[in-house]
C-alpha cells in the first residue's frame, strides 16, 4: 500500500526543511510524495535563488497519511492564513503523522494542532512556540503521539529518519541514511546555542528577529 505524503511548500521557504525530508522520505518503498501549496506553481526559497514546483494544490490532497510543514520566513504569513490553517487542521484529524521542520512548527501551532503538545522549532524561536500553546523542548527530534517536530533546518534529516523508522522499520530507515552516507562530522561544534560562543548566539538570534 502507498504512503500519500504531503510536503507544503510555498514562496520564502528554507529549501533544506523540504528538500532534506524529501531525501529520506521518497526512498521509502512505499511512499508517494508530493510538494503542495495554496496554489501549485514554482514557489522561490527564501534566497531566491532555487525554485521548488508544487504540482498539487492543497484542495486535491485534503487527507495524507503524512503531512509535514517546512520552516523559513515565507512561512510567517502562513499563520494568519484560514485556507492553509484549515487544511491543515482537516489532514491533521485523519493522519498517521502530522510533522514539521523548524519554524514550519509555527504554522502547526497557529492551526490549534499543538496545543499542549511536546514540539520542537529552531532554537530561536521555542518561546514563540510556547505562546501557540506548545510545550516547547530543546531537543532536535520530539514525538508526541503522531506529532513529530524537528529543531532547525537540518534536523529535518533526523526528523524524517525517525519518521521512515515509523512508517517502514528501523531497518529500512537505517537503509536509507546508509544510502544517503548520512553520517555528520561536522568542522565546527558550534551547532547548537549551547556550544556556541554567546556572540555568535547573539548573532544569529538578531538575525533570525
Not at 181 to 206: C, H, M, N, W
Request: include cysteine.
Amino acid at each position: 500500500m502507498s504512503v500519500r505524503i504531503a510536503i507544503l511548500i510555498f514562496d520564502g521557504l528554507t529549501a533544506l526543511d523540504a528538500i532534506g525530508p524529501y531525501e529520506v522520505l521518497s526512498r521509502l518503498p512505499e511512499a508517494e510524495l508530493s510538494f503542495v501549496a495554496k496554489e501549485p506553481g514554482l514557489k522561490r526559497t527564501d534566497t531566491g535563488a532555487l525554485g521548488i514546483s508544487a504540482d498539487l494544490a492543497i484542495t486535491e490532497i485534503p487527507d495524507p497519511e503524512v503531512v509535514l510543514v517546512p520552516g523559513g520566513e515565507g512561512n510567517r504569513p502562513l499563520l494568519g492564513d484560514d485556507e492553509v490553517l484549515a487544511w491543515l487542521r482537516i489532514a491533521h484529524e485523519s493522519s498517521t503523522w502530522t510533522t514539521s521542520v523548524c519554524t514550519g512548527a509555527l504554522v502547526l501551532g497557529a492551526a490549534g494542532i499543538l496545543g499542549g503538545k511536546r514540539a520542537t522549532t529552531h532554537w530561536a524561536y521555542l518561546g514563540r512556540l510556547r505562546e501557540l500553546g506548545a510545550e516547547p523542548v530543546a531537543e532536535r527530534v520530539v514525538e508526541d503521539g503522531k506529532i513529530i517536530t524537528g529543531a532547525g533546518v537540518s534536523a529535518g534529516i533526523d526528523m524524517a529518519l525517525t519518521l521512515a523508522a515509523r512508517i517502514s522499520g528501523e531497518k529500512v530507515a537505517e537503509a536509507i541514511q546508509l544510502g544517503i552516507e548520512y553520517d555528520p562530522a561536522p568542522p565546527f561544534d558550534t551547532g547548537s546555542p549551547q556550544k556556541a560562543p554567546s556572540e555568535l548566539v547573539e548573532l544569529i538570534r538578531s538575525q533570525e528577529g
